[in-house]
Structures are given as C-alpha cells and as structure tokens.
C-alpha cells in the first residue's frame, strides 16, 4: 500500500520558516520524481515544487523561487521542502505527490499558516 505522510506544518509569521517532511513506504522512492503541491482555502490545488529521481533537478513555481528548497533523501524514502521567508500568500493545505505535477497519489497533507 502506497503511504505519504507528511509533516512539519505549522503556525509562523511573514518572514519565519518551516520545513515540511513526507515520509513514504510502500513503492520503490527512488524511481520516481516527486512534487509538493498545496491547496488555498477556497482555491483549486496548485503545484508548488517538483524534484527528479536523483534529486539533481529542482523546479519551482515562480512565486517560490529563492525561498523554497525541495529536496530528497532517497536511502530514507523521505521528500522535504524547506520554507524560508514565508508570506501570508503561502498559507495553505500542503501535500507531497508523486510524479510530477498535481494528479499523483498524494498525502493526507499538513497545514501552513501565515499570519501576523
């Protein structure tokens, strides 16, 4: 059975910090890429971050670019995505994914919230 759970949400201020973890279990973590992708209250799922098998090639939504970081440690089957100067727009539903883009099998997800 395929399991992504994912962690580390959160309560911050503009400008703090978080870092997400998704532990995975039940396929082979290294044959496939994987994405973060987050969903807004009252807006449509959006994907957010996708990172190759090798973990060499990150790509990132423009409006991430220079504050997230993906990242992936394959002997641990673990995705992560580091959060750095978050702002209020970021406040979302958060989810891993597999493959790349929106329509993978995802997690259960964690909450970000940005709020002064």
């Known amino acids: 059975e395929v399991q992504l759970v994912e962690s580390g949400g959160g309560q911050v201020q503009p400008g703090g910090s978080l870092r997400l973890s998704c532990e995975t279990s039940?396929?082979?973590?290294?044959?496939?890429?994987m994405s973060w992708v987050r969903q807004a209250p009252g807006k449509e799922l959006e994907w957010v971050s996708s990172i190759t098998q090798s973990g060499e090639e990150p790509f990132y939504i423009q409006s991430v670019k220079g504050r997230f970081t993906i990242s992936r440690d394959n002997s641990k089957n673990t995705l992560y995505l580091q959060m750095n100067n978050l702002k209020i727009e970021d406040t979302a539903t958060y989810y891993c994914a597999m493959n790349v883009g929106t329509t993978g099998t995802r997690g259960q997800g964690t909450q970000v919230t940005v709020s002064a």
């Open positions: 039940g396929f082979t973590f290294n044959l496939y890429a």
